[in-house]
């Protein structure tokens, strides 16, 4: 039998439980118990109540007592990043502040190019403990479950070993990360033929391999000008939906026409969506594809925010992820970028915290977390605040004192975890 532990109490436990997964939230349907405990076996919660009724319930049990005020949350999760990756781009920041656009410095062969150019040259290991020192600094701030994409390799070698690196990394932070295939970034500079033949090379020779040694099960595509077409990525994504792949799409980042093709395609999330206007709300709001705004991305290149508002109102869900990356989006803090889009974009405290919880789980497709309730992963994060509402009146700078995931406390906050 495994050990059970009773843990609180908590001045405050949201559960997120029960929330609808699409459309607006008024605040008041947050699940909210005062004087919370909860116990733990194994991975799993088994049962969320009041402290006390649980303590005089479970005599005998190990007893983690809390002292002072706490407000507990499930952990968060980043449905958004890629945080596999070597170099950096200080030098296109540095232009950007000066005036040049995130396209001109692509253009100019800075970009998302560079950053191919350093990850290819990075072995599998290196990549691997990169990967694992960003995971557990996205842990250390209450993120207990992290997407993560490929995208830098642009080969199927060179994919293949970021998927790998990202699957290693998996086994050693204790965070939990989902890979994403996204060998359909950019066509490489370096490739012989046109970006149509780049992606039936990369269906026919790496997502076969990828499903084969169960590397991701998730294939995003970035559909823009200076990517691939709509046409072009709708071809690809069938076949990769034929191979059993869920699909996810970088969508309207710069231009509309990519949130088209993920809802034709059923992907999962839509992921970006700063240039969607009315059309591409009201198709997203009557479909099942989730919206990702990704606020760093926003701030990174000084960008529209997505209309997270617009989409809520008109019964679309919404996730938010950080989309840490060398280029658009550098800063990985997702907390702090969550509170900036709830001001900017009206979001209350309700949909802001679905937002990287249960809404963030759905654009993953997992079911076991996002929600503290029994039969869950012990997923749980805790805020010494009196109140939740102050988690995002500090705009993100105060995070959490205490990380649980799968029941064991994390204490990677004071810890060199770069291995
Ligand atoms: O989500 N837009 C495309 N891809 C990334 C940026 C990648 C990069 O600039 O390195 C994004 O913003
Ligand atoms: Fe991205």
């Not at 692509?106 to 350093?118: H, N, P, R």
């Not at 070698?157 to 699957?167: C, G, Q, T, V, Y």
């Not at 996204?182 to 076969?208: N, R, V």
Request: glycine share 8%.
């Amino acid at each position: 039998m495994l050990k059970k532990k009773l843990i609180g109490p908590f001045r405050q436990l949201l559960t997120m439980d029960k929330l609808q997964i699409k459309g607006a939230l008024p605040d008041d349907v947050l699940e909210i118990i005062e004087d919370a405990g909860i116990v733990i076996e194994g991975d799993f919660i088994e049962r969320i109540d009041k402290f006390q009724v649980l303590f005089d319930e479970y005599q005998g049990i190990e007893i983690e007592k809390i002292s002072g005020s706490y407000v507990a949350l499930p952990g968060f999760i980043d449905p958004h990043t890629h945080i596999c990756w070597a170099g950096n781009r200080a030098i296109d920041y540095a232009m950007r502040l000066a005036g040049k656009s995130y396209i001109e410095i692509a253009k100019a062969g800075g970009g998302i190019w560079d950053t191919v150019i350093k990850t290819r040259a990075a072995s599998e290991q290196e990549l691997s403990n990169i990967t694992v020192y960003r995971a557990n600094q996205l842990l250390k701030d209450g993120i207990t479950t992290i997407e993560v994409k490929s995208g830098y390799g642009l080969t199927v070698d060179d994919e293949l070993k970021m998927l790998r690196a990202i699957s290693a990394a998996d086994k050693i932070t204790e965070a939990d990360l989902f890979s994403t295939c996204l060998a359909a970034h950019i066509c490489p500079k370096d490739f012989w033929g046109s970006s149509t033949d780049y992606l039936a090379m990369m269906a026919e020779q790496l997502l076969p391999k990828v499903k084969e040694e169960g590397l991701a099960n998730r294939v995003d595509i970035f559909i823009e000008d200076s990517a691939f077409s709509p046409e072009e990525a709708l071809d690809y994504l069938m076949e990769a939906r034929k191979m059993g792949f869920e699909i996810v799409v970088h969508a309207d980042q710069f231009t509309t026409g990519g949130s088209k093709i993920a809802t034709e395609a059923d992907a999962i999330s839509a992921d970006h969506l700063e240039a969607s206007e009315e059309n591409e709300i009201k198709l997203l709001a009557s479909k099942n594809t989730i919206p990702v705004a990704l606020p760093g991305a926003s701030i990174g290149l000084a960008d529209p925010f997505t209309p997270a508002r617009r989409l809520l109102d008109a019964g679309a869900s919404l996730a938010i992820g950080s989309d840490w990356n060398p280029g658009s989006a550098p800063m990985g803090d997702l907390l702090v970028q969550a509170a900036i889009l709830s001001m900017q974009q009206k979001l209350n405290t309700a949909e802001t915290l679905a937002a990287i919880t249960c809404r963030a789980a759905a654009a993953l497709d997992l079911k076991d977390r996002g929600v503290l309730k029994e039969g869950n992963l012990a997923d749980i994060i805790a805020f010494r605040l009196e109140d939740y509402r102050e988690i995002l009146y500090n705009q993100g700078r105060v995070k959490p004192e205490m990380v649980i995931k799968k029941g064991i406390k994390i204490s990677s906050r004071d810890k060199n975890i770069m291995t």
